[in-house]
């Protein structure tokens, strides 16, 4: 009976976490490609599940993103949120990354009740109580805020702001 009622939960938990939006974002980072030339390349690896992201990016003369490229290997809520990084990083400083992904993990465990202001991560409501899951979660914001920082001091341009 203990296997039957572990069956149940099991199912109950995917099929909240593995809505048909996240899906489709997943789907969606298929079409993601890599940077031939960034000024930085950081990939992250989520150590329970083995999921991999690997941010490129090249930033513009005050310090924000102009380009962006990417590389997913995750499951789907780690390739949901790279869609999701992806779709609004441009324009974005690496403070700005590293702020929201403070904010996306206080969300995710439970100390801020108050979804991230990046679009579309309250998706991500259902992998609150999941604390296995957040690290997939927050791989593309991982792998983007390093490659920014990167690229922030490899650029004379930009240090010289």
Known sequence: MAKAASIAYIGCMSEALYNTRILALAAASAGLERLAAPQASVMRVSPVCGSKVTAD?????????????????????????????????????????????AALADWLAGTDDTPPDWPGLEIFAPARPHRARHGSILLAFDAAHAAAVEAAIASPAINAH
């Open 57 to 101: 990016i090249t930033l513009d003369a005050e310090g924000r993103v102009a380009a962006h490229g990417w590389q997913v290997r995750a499951c789907a809520l780690g390739q949901s949120a790279t869609t999701l990084v992806a779709d609004t990083i441009t324009g974005k400083t690496a403070s700005d990354l590293g702020i929201a992904r």
